[in-house]
């Protein structure tokens, strides 16, 4: 049965390598071939496993978790074909690191120079983000509806981020639909807006597919700067930082729901730490004396607040000479993440929201010991299950972080690089590491430094236990 649902998946990654396919044609490039290839044997390895007729239809919980990680690394061996077949000449490590990169959005990638790179394989990088930005499970939730009777709650468990996860209706594939209109919606709506600037509609739709994704793959070395232009500036930090809510409430917005919105108290708290590191970096520049135009104290750093908080991982060209104060900010706000249910990454607010409340509740109790008390989230009081969960995933969190940067200091990276790409990779930031002084490109490190990251980038988009639990005898023990 698993097979058989991961044989959809294929015809559906299928589809969507016609979208480069076209624009190869269109733009006449030698790259087409690489994508012929790439769907034949995608698509027939799709059909072969669709073909299969399993005796058994059900799926429970351990078969959602198995196929949830399955399906990720699935595609992203399949996706990597267009970049093994391209010129981009990239072997199996450094084209299924960059698929990984895409799929989870993380932006990070081992391409020296997008120069030279054929239009296909750059669009094809922001399709991929595009997809895994909302989640490869929920999208086939949403067009699969047999999905909906076997399983389909539990795979929306197994992917959606989150401590909790409200439906919009009562059948999930209702709620999947609803989720991926928002998002088509969004989408379609900065595509629109970026067109009406300096950049063409090929710039437009690459960058609308991975702002909206909150991924940050470029299509030129230059990446935002290399338009100049003030109204891309506000236009993609807007569209980044509703990368970074809650779909659901995006969702409620819509459909008249929208004084809950702000009543959200995880909304309101990331609204707020936008503005707080927004206030730290202005001054910082200050106190730095890098302030040379109004833009160097309101758009600039706004829009790299926004762009770390919601994991997009677009950065300024200067941003090198920002000093050790707005890197301090930068890696606490990677660590942090935007909201739940959102395609950011990072550890979720909400869960440091309940932390926090928790840890006040803790200092009153020292002093009033019979006092009862409740974390409360939303007027509503949150139950100590979801509390010590929460507890757990920070704790687990940061135990990845610590084992995958001793991993890569055995491996020969600087201390100090170590972490950061550790905290990078499971953040699903992606920044590069030339801010820590190893260079400006992840194709500097060790081939198993790659393939550990991809697998932290992996870890951190499905939070943790999706994939951890495949590595415990309890999962395959029935």
């Known amino acids: 049965m698993l097979l058989r ?32 290839l790439s769907l034949g044997i995608t698509a027939v390895a ?26 990720w690394v699935i595609l992203s061996l399949f996706g990597m074909f267009p970049f093994l077949f391209s010129h981009t000449h990239l072997n199996v490590t450094d084209a299924f690191f960059d698929t990984m990169s895409g799929f989870t959005t993380t932006g990070a990638s081992v391409l020296n120079s997008l120069d030279g790179v054929s239009k296909a394989v750059l669009l094809w990088r922001c399709v991929i983000q595009w997809i895994g930005g909302l989640g490869i499970i929920l999208f086939t939730l949403a067009v699969v509806p047999m999905l909906n009777y076997q399983g389909g709650m539990q795979l929306f468990n197994a992917e959606v981020t989150g401590i909790t996860h409200d439906k919009l209706r009562p059948r999930v594939s209702y709620t999947a639909k609803g989720l991926w209109m928002v998002y088509i919606a ?87 730490i936008v503005v707080v590191c927004y206030l730290l970096l202005c001054l910082n520049l200050v106190m730095r004396g890098l302030v040379r135009s109004v833009d160097d104290l309101t758009v600039d750093p706004l829009f790299q607040a926004v762009s770390i908080i919601s994991s997009t991982g677009l950065t300024e060209p200067d941003f090198n000479d920002w ?94 690089d170590s972490f950061f790409c550790a905290l990078s990779a499971i953040s699903n930031t992606g920044l590069g590491t030339d801010i820590t002084g190893i260079g400006g490109n992840f194709a500097l490190l060790p081939p198993a430094a790659k393939w550990i990251l991809a697998f932290i980038m992996l870890i951190g988009r499905l939070e943790l236990y999706t994939i951890l639990l495949l590595f415990t005898s309890s999962f395959w023990r029935k």
């Open 186 to 272: 969004l989408t379609a709506l900065l595509i629109l807006l970026l067109s009406f600037s300096k950049m063409d509609i090929f710039d437009a739709v690459c960058y609308g597919l991975s702002t909206m994704s909150t991924g940050g793959f470029s299509t030129s070395d230059m990446s935002i700067g290399e338009w100049n232009s003030l109204y891309v500036k506000i236009v993609v930090i807007i569209f980044m930082f509703l990368g970074g809510v809650n779909f659901t409430l995006i969702y409620r917005c819509v459909t008249g729901q929208g004084v809950k919105v702000w009543r959200n108290t995880v909304f309101r708290v990331y609204v707020g």
């Open 46 to 71: 799709g059909g072969g496993m669709m073909s299969l007729r399993p005796k058994s239809r059900e799926m429970g919980k351990r078969e959602a978790i198995l196929l949830t990680g399955m399906t």
């Open 323 to 416: 000093g050790p104060l707005a890197v301090v900010v930068l890696i606490v706000m990677m660590f942090m993440g935007a909201c739940a249910g959102s395609t950011s990454g990072g550890a979720k607010l909400d869960r440091l929201v309940v932390l926090f409340k928790f840890l006040k509740n803790e200092f009153y109790k020292m002093m009033h010991p019979n006092a009862v008390t409740t974390v409360c989230i939303n007027g509503k009081g949150t139950s100590y299950t979801i509390v010590q969960k929460v507890l757990a995933f920070l704790f687990l969190y940061a135990i990845v972080i610590i084992v995958g940067a001793v991993a890569l200091i055995i491996l020969g990276l600087p201390l100090s």
């Open 5 to 36: 649902v991961i044989g959809w998946l294929l015809m559906i990654e299928a589809g969507f390598m016609l979208i480069p396919l076209v624009v190869g044609l269109i733009y006449g490039e030698h790259e087409t071939l690489a994508f012929v």
